[in-house]
Nanobody
Framework: QVQVVESGGGLVQPGGSLRLSCAVS????????MGWYRQAPGKQRELVAI???????NYADFVKGRFTISRDNSKNMVYLQMNSLKPEDTAVYYC??????????????WGQGTQVTVSS
């Protein structure tokens, strides 16, 4: 059983910073990729950033230059450093991963989310 737990959300003023953490536990032979998504009230869930094998990253246009995704394979952790936060960044942020859990077995897992509120 693979578990995904996010932390680090909270209330921050515009222009401030937050660092989100995602801890992965359980039986995952290898992680193909991990990513952060967000969903604001009344809006669709959207991709924020992903990191794949080899450390390659990709970002949504609305966070490029402000957010940085990183991964610590030894700790089974992924992080999202968020700088220059804007009110429109307010959302529940979710961590997700694609995991190889067996021979020819691949599953996706999601955390419960952590609330990020950007307001003065």
């Amino acid at each position: 059983q693979v578990q995904v737990v996010e932390s680090g959300g909270g209330l921050v003023q515009p222009g401030g910073s937050l660092r989100l953490s995602c801890a992965v536990s359980g039986s995952c032979l290898s992680i193909y990729d991990m990513g952060w998504y967000r969903q604001a009230p009344g809006k669709q869930r959207e991709l924020v950033a992903i990191i794949v094998d080899g450390g390659f990253t990709n970002y949504a246009d609305f966070v490029k230059g402000r957010f940085t995704i990183s991964r610590d394979n030894s700790k089974n952790m992924v992080y999202l450093q968020m700088n220059s936060l804007k009110p429109e960044d307010t959302a529940v942020y979710y961590c997700a991963l694609n995991c190889r859990s067996g021979v020819n077995v691949r599953n996706s897992y999601w955390g419960q989310g952590t609330q990020v509120t950007v307001s003065s």
